[in-house]
Nanobody, 127 residues
Framework: VQLVESGGGLVQTGGSLRLSCTAS????????MGWFRQAPGKAREFVAA????????TYSESVKGRFTISADNSQNTWFLQMDGLQVEDSAVYYC?????????????????????WGQGTQVTVSS
């Protein structure tokens, strides 16, 4: 599976961006779809996932209520709508896919639940 992200950029505090991730190749193996981010000097962290946690889309506490994950299954594309962006949201954002769903939300927040990753797209929020 190959993943390509788009939609990153520079935005002011309070602004919005919409990230997209499109999968190609062996897309029949895709179930879980997720977004992670990594800021300079920090570990990669979970942001959101869809089609992973069996109870529905799930988010990190830091983005809940501001970010929305969605998917267009027919196009093997998923999105991360980011509203109310803050300086601390600045990071490289990565999309990822995994081969299974889970009844454990914690599982869906782990990097090792995903086996294909995009190259990343930079999001910079200025004050």
């Amino acid at each position: 599976v190959q993943l390509v992200e788009s939609g990153g950029g520079l935005v002011q505090t309070g602004g919005s961006l919409r990230l997209s991730c499109t999968a190609s190749g062996s897309t029949f193996s895709i179930l879980a779809m997720g977004w992670f981010r990594q800021a300079p000097g920090k570990a990669r962290e979970f942001v959101a996932a869809i089609r992973c946690y069996q109870r529905g889309p799930t988010y990190s506490e830091s983005v809940k209520g501001r970010f929305t994950i969605s998917a267009d299954n027919s196009q093997n594309t998923w999105f991360l709508q980011m509203d109310g962006l803050q300086v601390e949201d600045s990071a490289v954002y990565y999309c990822a896919t995994g081969p299974r769903t889970s009844d454990s939300r914690a599982y869906c927040t782990r990097s090792d639940a995903y086996d294909a990753w995009g190259q990343g797209t930079q999001v910079t929020v200025s004050s």
